[in-house]
């Protein structure tokens, strides 16, 4: 099955950490750019981050700069979500997805979403 | 930041007839390259956004061909020719002409 699976969300107090994971199976990220778009409760989608497939580029919201920061791991077949500093504004259900048309948007498959709830 | 407005918020459709959503950006989103970078999604109760529209006009793989998204510069439209059950959900439309991405606020399209 072809997919994006997202891990890692939970709970944490504000000021905490948290690492989101983003998994590919039976899809490659190969010559794509991939991205973090969140969805706070019961509000629209925001756009977070990408990362390219090499990793030689990385983008921020300004809401998240400084705070989030992307990584791959060794095969590049993982991509993490580095979430420091957190703030209850940053509750929300956060997507990764694969863009195949390098960082303009087009984000072919999405992931299941994992839930970050940031309280106290 | 490039703002992205939709209208209506929400949408009561009859099935079988067709719907109109309008999209409208603050700024052109025409890249030097010729492509406008305009997209559509959908998110459906419960599920993730899916892929609909991308570049003003395509449709996504395994979109039925009563989608279809039209436009220029800054005005878009997304239409269904006939609506059906399955369509329920929230359509956004989104720039990707330059970071950071935004998305309009939404349209949800629910059954009369």
Excluded at chain 1, 23 to 29: C, E, K, Q, R
Excluded at chain 1, 34 to 45: C, D, H, Y
Excluded at chain 2, 23 to 43: E, K
Excluded at chain 2, 66 to 73: D, I, P, V
Aim: with cysteine.
């Amino acid at each position: 099955q072809v997919q994006l699976v997202e891990s890692g969300g939970g709970l944490v107090e504000p000021g905490g950490s948290l690492r989101l994971s983003c998994a590919a199976s039976n899809l490659s990220f190969r010559d794509s750019y991939v991205n973090w778009i969140r969805q706070a409760p019961g509000k629209g989608l925001e756009w977070v981050s990408y990362i390219t497939d090499s990793g030689s580029a990385m983008k921020y919201a300004d809401s998240v700069k400084g705070r989030f920061t992307l990584s791959w791991d060794n095969a590049k077949t993982s991509l993490f979500l580095q979430m420091n500093s957190l703030r209850a504004e940053d509750t929300a259900v956060y997507y990764c997805a694969r863009d195949r048309r390098r960082g303009y948007g087009v984000f072919d498959y999405w992931g299941q979403g994992a839930l970050v709830t940031v309280s106290s | 930041d490039i703002v992205m407005t939709q209208s209506p918020l929400s949408l009561p459709v009859t099935p079988g007839e067709p719907a109109s959503i309008s999209c409208r950006s603050s700024q052109s989103l025409l890249h030097s390259n010729g492509n406008t970078y305009l997209h559509w999604y959908l998110q459906k109760p419960g599920q993730s956004p899916q892929l609909l529209i991308y570049l003003v006009s395509n449709r996504a793989s395994g979109v039925p061909d009563r989608f279809s998204g039209s436009g220029s510069g800054t005005d878009f439209t997304l239409k269904i020719s006939r609506v059906e059950a399955e369509d329920v959900g929230v359509y956004y439309c989104m720039q990707g002409l330059q970071t950071p991405l935004t998305f309009g606020g939404g349209t949800k399209v629910e059954m009369k």
